[in-house]
């Protein structure tokens, strides 16, 4: 069975940055593409970004430049940095595992939060 488990969530200034991280289990983890996904409230989830079995990274126009995404096989483990937070990021961040051309595996989220 396969599991996400995010972590590294928080409350953080505008301008700050934060690092999130998720551990998966239960499936040969470097053979996907892995992504981030975001959700704030009222809105619909959105790609954040995400980054393939040979590392190609992809980003949402809103985040290119101050997002990174990044991943090390050797411990199962896909991360987000985030810098230049801005108000509008907030939201509850999800990991996926791709299956098949489509994510569909999901972590349990954790929220970030930037004030102003």
């Known amino acids: 069975q396969v599991q996400l488990v995010e972590s590294g969530g928080g409350l953080v200034q505008a301008g700050g940055s934060l690092s999130l991280s998720c551990a998966a289990s239960g499936r040969t983890f470097s053979m996907y593409t892995m992504g981030w996904f975001r959700q704030a409230p009222g809105k619909e989830r959105e790609l954040v970004a995400s980054?393939?079995?040979?590392?190609?990274?992809n980003y949402a126009r809103s985040v290119k430049g101050r997002f990174t995404i990044s991943r090390d096989n050797a411990k199962n483990t896909v991360y987000l940095r985030m810098n230049s937070l801005k108000p509008e990021d907030t939201a509850v961040y999800y990991c996926?595992?791709?299956?098949?051309?489509?994510?569909?595996?999901w972590g349990q989220g954790t929220q970030v939060t930037v004030s102003s």
């Open positions: 980054i393939t079995s040979d590392d190609t990274t």
């Open positions: 996926a595992s791709e299956l098949l051309g489509e994510f569909r595996y």
